[in-house]
């Protein structure tokens, strides 16, 4: 049997990630998450028994040495994260902290049985982007958002263990993945929250800024097979969507898709975080995915017939 630590398993991706896991009943799975941003109410809803969930925090060494000492795990899916673009703006010293979780983690990893490391990175990690599509060689590292520099070092820090250690890993940049589970302070879902309730939907500056979206079941396919079928080990993948949307029409579509009767209004710019453009070079990601993605509007319509939102 496979033992799997996913860090942050409370959390949206997290918790999505875990249910996929526990489906293979030669996986065993411990969720560890602080519920600090996570909620027990995302746990699987499983009668399975090859899963446990542990309530620590990464960046606490006793916490993940006691877990990850005790079970002795194959994998780790360290997705443990502050997470948001208005939160770590206004928590930039405990975004910082999450760099105490890679080095237990790490510190930890080298010298006990894992196999291989899956981290959750970002597209923040491009900044504003120098060229397009934004492939995973290409990554100017401009950026100074603390969540972006957070995600940069440890990116760095993987790929120095495993030049000193040999300690396996597999980064996944993630680019706005979105579904039913999310929670209601990022894009989409706020979008949607506020359409259905028929309340003005806000967007900071003209809303020209543009994003890909990626639907949760492509971005948790894609990266359970790259585990699953040992591919793009000690590697970069892009994860995410090349449908490029405005956050203006991202807002109209939502509308018309609620039939929601609800207002555009525009708030001053960001004055930080909020890049202009993103668009990732996916074709490592459809490699792994191997079927089309979900489009956006089929995706928001899963939501809105999901029984989380009814």
Not at 146 to 155: F, I, Q, T
Not at 262 to 271: A, D, F, G, Q, R
Not at 276 to 286: G, H
């Given at each position: 049997m496979r033992k799997i630590l996913v860090t942050g398993g409370a959390g949206f991706i997290g918790s999505c990630l875990a249910e996929k896991l526990i489906q293979d009943p030669e996986n065993f799975v411990i969720i560890f998450d602080n519920l600090s941003t996570g909620f027990s109410s995302k746990l699987p809803d499983s009668k399975q028994k090859n899963w446990r969930f542990v309530k620590g925090d990464?960046?606490?060494?006793?916490?993940?040495?006691?877990?990850?000492?005790?079970?002795?795990f194959d994998f780790v899916f360290h997705y443990a994260a502050v997470v948001g673009v208005q939160r770590t703006q206004a928590n930039p010293c405990h975004v910082l902290n999450d760099l105490e979780g890679f080095r237990n983690i790490l510190n930890i990893s080298k010298s006990t049985s894992i196999k291989r490391i899956f981290f959750a990175s970002s597209s923040e990690v491009y900044g504003e982007p120098v060229s397009f599509p934004q492939n995973e060689i290409t990554t100017p590292l401009n950026s100074r958002v603390p969540y972006a520099v957070v995600k940069n070092v440890g990116e760095a820090f993987l790929r120095s263990y495993h030049?000193?250690?040999?300690?396996?890993?597999t980064i996944f940049r993630f680019f706005n993945t979105y579904g039913p589970k999310q929670s209601k302070d990022f894009v989409i879902s706020r979008f949607i929250d506020m359409a259905i309730h028929n309340k003005?939907?806000?967007?900071?500056?003209?809303?020209?800024?543009?994003?890909t979206?990626?639907?949760?079941?492509?971005?948790?396919?894609?990266?359970?097979?790259?585990?699953?079928?040992?591919?793009?080990i000690n590697e970069v993948v892009n994860i995410g969507n090349d449908n490029e949307t405005s956050v203006l029409d991202l807002a109209k579509t939502i509308i018309k898709l609620t039939n929601s009767k609800s207002e555009i209004v525009h708030l001053p710019p960001l004055k930080e975080g909020d890049m202009s453009r993103r668009l990732p070079d996916i074709t490592n990601m459809k490699t792994l995915l191997n079927r089309p993605l979900t489009s956006l509007e089929t995706g928001i319509n899963n939501i809105l017939h999901h029984?989380?939102?009814?």
């Amino acid at each position: 049997m496979r033992k799997i630590l996913v860090t942050g398993g409370a959390g949206f991706i997290g918790s999505c990630l875990a249910e996929k896991l526990i489906q293979d009943p030669e996986n065993f799975v411990i969720i560890f998450d602080n519920l600090s941003t996570g909620f027990s109410s995302k746990l699987p809803d499983s009668k399975q028994k090859n899963w446990r969930f542990v309530k620590g925090d990464c960046n606490n060494y006793r916490d993940i040495a006691e877990v990850m000492l005790a079970y002795h795990f194959d994998f780790v899916f360290h997705y443990a994260a502050v997470v948001g673009v208005q939160r770590t703006q206004a928590n930039p010293c405990h975004v910082l902290n999450d760099l105490e979780g890679f080095r237990n983690i790490l510190n930890i990893s080298k010298s006990t049985s894992i196999k291989r490391i899956f981290f959750a990175s970002s597209s923040e990690v491009y900044g504003e982007p120098v060229s397009f599509p934004q492939n995973e060689i290409t990554t100017p590292l401009n950026s100074r958002v603390p969540y972006a520099v957070v995600k940069n070092v440890g990116e760095a820090f993987l790929r120095s263990y495993h030049k000193e250690y040999d300690l396996q890993y597999t980064i996944f940049r993630f680019f706005n993945t979105y579904g039913p589970k999310q929670s209601k302070d990022f894009v989409i879902s706020r979008f949607i929250d506020m359409a259905i309730h028929n309340k003005p939907i806000t967007i900071y500056g003209d809303g020209s800024q543009t994003r890909t979206f990626c639907y949760i079941d492509d971005n948790i396919d894609a990266c359970y097979r790259a585990a699953e079928d040992n591919l793009f080990i000690n590697e970069v993948v892009n994860i995410g969507n090349d449908n490029e949307t405005s956050v203006l029409d991202l807002a109209k579509t939502i509308i018309k898709l609620t039939n929601s009767k609800s207002e555009i209004v525009h708030l001053p710019p960001l004055k930080e975080g909020d890049m202009s453009r993103r668009l990732p070079d996916i074709t490592n990601m459809k490699t792994l995915l191997n079927r089309p993605l979900t489009s956006l509007e089929t995706g928001i319509n899963n939501i809105l017939h999901h029984p989380l939102w009814q």
